[in-house]
């Protein structure tokens, strides 16, 4: 294969093993997610983002297949001569906010409910009462996502559709990753995976002392 | 209108010098005095470069007392026409002709200026430092433009491209070999290698001269490249293969997406292989739980990864539902895919001691006291 100059229009996924204990931190690129473009049509902003989140998910899922699978059954792994059985999980997706959206299918910009590990109202956050708000139910959340995304390929109930992506403020897609184990099953970490790249924040995370819901 | 100069009566120079026409003489001054020095003229004095030389040709002029002697200088530059004859060939070299031509052209500039201009006094109303510099009229617009443009002297501050570098030895690729080495050198790439590519050149080309010391010795030690390849397309085609089968090895594949009707190429591999290559690499550095001899529990210890609350919890949830010696793979994934460079998680502080997150304004952040 030969990558000609075109490499700049695509973006990298980059995955890292946890277990390695080395002090050496060592990211591969699994895959390049190629960059969508608005075109001159109707709704052209919307059509682009919709492009730009299937284009994502289809990648995270192409990459990820096996994992998922082996998230679920483990594979055998040997250690300095222990073997064991290896269940993959992803702890951390490291993005920015935009993609934070778009990686959990969530709407992006003003929504009733902005934020992704609770469900705060819009009308209500920043007062104190968000810090012991509902947090987002992992299951009623992909579920209302994959119902939605059945609706919306038979192209059937309109207003169910839209009433779905209301209730949790989702964008119409599935997140590719909520097949994981431990993402979409026990523990539930989907919504809590998602940390912010430091390079992608303008101030110090020193000034940052608490989170409703702090990353794990 | 003609750029010539009319005649004026002004014929004998300070010098001694004397002629008939009066371009001759004002030639003369510029060429000899430094022109015509005074609030009158807007232009620049002349450069002092050669300056030795020209009081030295004025010597000559005033010990010879005639125009002849102007003529008849030693590198033969200085000539009655010098407005349109070509450099002399008799010069030492291109640049002392170049230097020439453009002190002919200079000179009969500064002659026209001289002779043609016209002072126009200052009117009232203009600002003082318009004022300052005088005004003129030219014989002709195409005099008026050059005078406007030899007054910002962007020539004249024009400095070499280049600095030469101390002791500097030009020509020392001169042989069949290395001009073909600096051609490649220059040409490579469309810009040529930069300075850090042409270190690697250097080090590579040390290996195929096979005088690096402590290098290896193999079978092909003594071949040469077009013993092994025998044309372009051989040595291309060899290239090819070898960086097709990295790809192939590394397990990356292509696929063409349609989203909402358009066609996207997505290049990826397989996450699992992946990490099976890193653990099989890593394997001295691995560790498979997050205690020494098991999964260990909960605490508020934060030294690695494998520490947080997310690794012990599925760590736990594994271990606890197989009869198997099992274990957590736990992964980062880091994406750039985002086109924005900040998330928008802008800090601006509302209050005193609180701090609120615009993209996230729900969360509210106190600043430890």
Known sequence: MVLYPVAYKLYPIRVRLVKDVSNCVEWVTAAYVPTVRKLQEPGGDERARIRRCGILQRVIYAAFTQVIGRSHIGFRVSVKGQKARAFPRVLLYLCDQPEE??????????????????????????????VSAERRNVMNTVNNQVQAYEHRQRQRRRQRRLALGAFDSTSG???????????????LLLYNMIGFDVLHVREPPSLVTGFCDPPR | MSDTPPALPFLVCDCGYSTDVLATLRRHQYTFHDGLVGHHTQLP??????????????????ESGTAAGVADD??????????????????????????????????????????????VPPTDGGGAAADAIPEYLHSSVGLHVRALYEALGDAA??????????????????????????????QA?????SEKDQGFLYEFLDVWDRTKAGMAEDAGHQATLRGTFPSVTAFKDALRDDLDDAALCAGWKKVKLVEVGVTY??????????????????????????????????????????????????????TGSTEEVACVLGLHVYSDRSQLSCSGGMLYCVYDGVLNLARFAHVILFVAN
Not at chain 2, 189 to 193: E, K, Q, S, T, V
């Open chain 2, 45 to 62: 004095r002349r450069r002092p470069r050669g300056e030795s030389t020209r009081r030295r040709r004025c010597v000559g002029v005033r």
């Open chain 1, 101 to 130: 959206r778009a990686v959990l299918r969530l709407k992006g910009g003003q929504c009733a409910h902005p934020c992704t590990s609770c469900m705060a109202k819009i009308e209500v956050v920043g007062a104190p009462e968000t």
């Open chain 1, 173 to 187: 897609g599935v997140p590719a990753l909520a097949g994981m184990a431990g993402l979409g099953t026990a523990p």
């Open chain 2, 189 to 193: 790439g469309g810009a040529g290698l």
């Open chain 2, 74 to 119: 030693n590198d033969g530059a200085h000539r009655t026409d010098e407005s349109s004859a070509p450099p002399s060939h008799g010069s030492p070299s291109s640049a002392d002709s170049a230097s020439t031509s453009d002190t002919a052209v200079e000179s009969q500039l500064r002659t026209l200026l001289e002779l043609t201009r016209i002072w």
């Open chain 2, 265 to 318: 190429e997505e290049y990826f591999r397989d996450v699992l292989q992946v990490i099976r290559k890193l653990f099989k690499r890593k394997n001295s550095s691995i560790q498979l739980w997050s205690g020494p001899l098991g999964p260990a529990p909960l605490e508020d210890k934060r030294e690695t990864p494998m520490d947080g609350e997310a690794f012990k919890l599925c760590e736990q949830l594994v």
């Open chain 2, 157 to 186: 501050r024009g400095e070499p491209l280049v600095q030469r570098r101390k002791r500097a030895k030009v020509g020392r690729l001169n042989t069949v070999r290395l001009r073909a080495l600096q051609r490649f050198v220059l």
